[in-house]
């Protein structure tokens, strides 16, 4: 049950696009189509801002997309606002009823 | 309106146990998978248990397997973590969070609540 592994970091400017990828391995990414994605501000539960991949929940803004290609998983938030700023987590399926997360990825606003 | 409120967290030293608690309302309990999840301060997420609706199917994250137990009382709408042998490394935020749907292999979990704190320290 290794972390899937994030950028730390990700940075752009209002308006921008940005991408973060989340790779994992052929146990948990690459087996399943069960990859989601949360959006965590500073002092507040997670939020879920995209499921199975590519899914938006009801409700959820249509500014967040996401992707999957082999083991690598892929969230991209396009025409950036400074409320998108906060830190974003990839989550998969691992098999035997057991899941793992990203290692966290940091979006500034430039 | 969902509600997830988890209850049984403080200050424990190394070795001892604690059980942690999630109240849930505004949905029926008894036809969801639920997940534990932790934030240790200043760090990420880590998942360390889910359970499906009936207790069928029931998964641990290695750091935690054979000193956790999860279970469920739907009949108290209640999720716990019975947690032993403590270690300074379980402190974190302790979430609840709800499945999607009875299975375990749910494609999303959300909402979740605002945690409960897990401090191990001597």
């Known amino acids: 049950q290794s972390a899937l592994t994030q950028p730390a970091s990700v940075s752009g400017s209002p308006g921008q696009s940005i991408t973060i990828s989340c790779t994992g391995t052929s146990n948990d990414v690459g087996s399943y189509n069960l990859v989601s994605w949360y959006q965590q501000h500073p002092g507040k539960a997670p939020k879920l801002i995209i499921y199975e991949g590519s899914k938006r929940p009801s409700g959820g803004s249509n500014r967040f997309s996401g992707s999957k290609s082999g083991n690598t998983a892929s969230l991209t938030i396009s025409g950036l606002q400074a409320e998108d700023e906060a830190d974003y987590y990839c989550f998969s399926y691992a098999g035997r009823d057991t899941f793992v997360f990203g290692t966290a990825t940091k979006v500034t606003i430039l | 309106e969902v509600q997830l409120v988890e209850t049984g967290g403080g200050l424990v030293q190394p070795g001892r146990s604690l059980r942690l608690s999630c109240a849930a309302s505004?949905?029926?309990?008894?036809?969801?998978?639920m997940q534990w999840v932790r934030q240790p301060p200043g760090k990420g997420l880590e998942w360390v248990s889910g359970?499906?609706?009936?207790?069928?199917?029931?998964g641990y994250a290695d750091s935690v397997k054979g000193r956790f137990n999860i279970s469920r009382d739907n009949a108290k709408n209640s999720l716990y973590l019975q947690m032993n042998s403590l270690r300074a490394e379980d402190t974190a935020l302790y979430y609840c969070?709800?499945?999607?749907?009875?299975?375990?292999?749910?494609?999303?979990?959300?909402?979740w609540g605002q945690g409960t704190l897990v401090s191990v320290s001597s």
């Open positions: 359970i499906s609706w009936n207790s069928g199917s029931i």
């Open positions: 505004g949905f029926s309990f008894d036809d969801y998978a």
């Open positions: 969070v709800k499945g999607e749907f009875g299975d375990l292999r749910s494609r999303w979990f959300d909402p």
